[in-house]
């Protein structure tokens, strides 16, 4: 019969990789976009397109073919010049993409312009990072958040969401007027949401810092870094406690708190939602309270992956971030985490090459949570921390 699909022999394997080929098929095929500036070389534009393949992959989209042009500033109007653009136009016909995904957040002209062009599915840094939050959003309180951030998005670009804008609600027997039109109504709408947003977040910001003060004295330490570097699974291992992990970006998004015991001495450890390069500022707004985790923490444990390629970097938009929400100037204690990897000596160097990691006073350690290497020296580290605190000790 037509479509039916015959096993041979029926082995499991390759049930599993037919599967994973058809999964593979069903997967949107993207191109990304980025420019290159006076401020980035070319190295910098790649590991930059690299990580928004990653952004793309844990989105559900496969990445096809990466673009990039050297330019003083992106451009006004397309954002790469019209030439990069007909290149781009020429592929997408070529090779059935079903997306584009620029490397930035495009003005709602911009957008307007290149979907016109590429008449394709377009998506911004932004868009993408809050797609990805919405997906992985499972609590109510998490959903909440994602859902104002994406709303406060989508409100200046109303424009290009509708092809009915134009049309008025005015006119006929006791409606004559200017009347509205529904771009007018959707914008309405979409602000009396995010204001009923807005005030549910208020509640549980209130719910939130309650819970913090019946939490008593116990000193409170907060995991930070860059997404991906292994927090969740350094949570486990310090907390001896369950706590999702997986390798993709924003695994994590629900802020969870567990208290643990060094020795004589018992804190509260929090894991939080990892940092990014050029994090939308939606979601710094609507992610208070879970970076209040931070705010409030004594001390802050930061994890670098030191098997990154561009891993000073992270640490330096980890730390802009912190002065960002507020949280700079706190002890930090920071952990140089994967050292497993076949990376991990010449990163190791780099990091030491640094003036900041060089001093030998620095509060430093490199482990392996995966593998659990080292991580008697860093809960000595931990405990030494929090001895400086004057906490009580159990007794």
């Known amino acids: 019969m037509p479509g039916r699909i015959i096993s041979l022999g029926g082995h499991k ?24 500036t006076a401020e980035h070389n070319d190295e910098q534009t790649k590991e930059y397109l690299d990580e928004l393949a990653f952004l793309a992959e844990t989105a559900g989209a496969v990445a096809v073919k990466s673009f990039s042009q050297r330019l003083e500033r992106a451009n006004a109007k397309t954002f790469t010049g019209s030439g990069k653009i007909g290149e781009i136009l020429e592929f997408i016909k070529e090779n059935d993409i079903d997306l584009v995904i620029f490397d930035d957040e495009l003005t709602p002209s911009q957008m307007r312009n290149v979907e016109k062009i590429l008449e394709c599915k377009v998506v911004d840094r932004t868009g ?59 914008r309405r709408i979409i602000l009396k949401r995010i204001s009923k947003l807005k005030e ?16 008593g004295s116990l000193l409170r330490l907060a995991l930070v870094g860059y997404t991906n570097t292994g927090k969740s699974t350094l949570m486990t291992l310090l907390s001896k406690s369950d706590v999702f992990a997986e390798n993709k970006l924003f695994a994590t998004l629900d802020t969870t708190v567990r208290r643990a015991v060094i020795g004589d001495l018992a804190f509260l450890l929090s894991d939080t939602v990892g940092f990014i390069r050029k994090l939308p500022v939606q979601l710094i707004e609507s992610f208070k309270s879970t970076l209040d985790e931070v705010r409030e923490a004594d001390i802050l ?14 640490i330096n938009i980890v730390n802009q971030t912190l002065l960002d929400i507020g949280a700079a100037g706190k002890p930090i204690l ?32 490199f482990i392996s949570a995966k593998h659990k290497v080292n991580i008697e020296s860093l809960r000595g580290n931990i405990y030494e921390a929090c001895a400086k605190q004057d906490v009580p000790r159990i007794t």
């Open 301 to 314: 444990i930061h994890v670098v992956d030191v098997s990154h390629p561009n891993c000073e970097e992270q």
């Open 13 to 36: 394997d390759d049930n599993l990789k037919n599967k994973a080929i058809k999964t593979e098929q069903e997967r949107e095929r993207a191109v990304l976009v980025g420019v290159i």
């Open 128 to 186: 993408l990072i809050l797609d990805i939050f919405a997906k992985r959003a499972k609590t109510a309180y998490a959903k909440t958040q994602v859902e104002l951030a994406q709303y406060q998005y989508q409100l200046p670009r109303l424009t290009r969401m509708w092809t009915h804008l134009e049309r008025q609600r005015g006119g006929g027997i006791g409606r004559y007027g200017p009347g509205e039109t529904q771009l007018e109504t959707d």
């Open 334 to 365: 920071t952990v140089f985490n994967k050292i497993d990897s076949c990376a991990f000596r010449q990163a190791k160097e780099r990091c030491l090459m640094n003036s900041r990691f060089s001093d030998e006073g620095a509060s430093r350690v």
């Open 200 to 215: 549910q977040l208020k509640k549980i910001d209130r719910q939130m810092v309650s819970q913090r003060k019946n939490r």
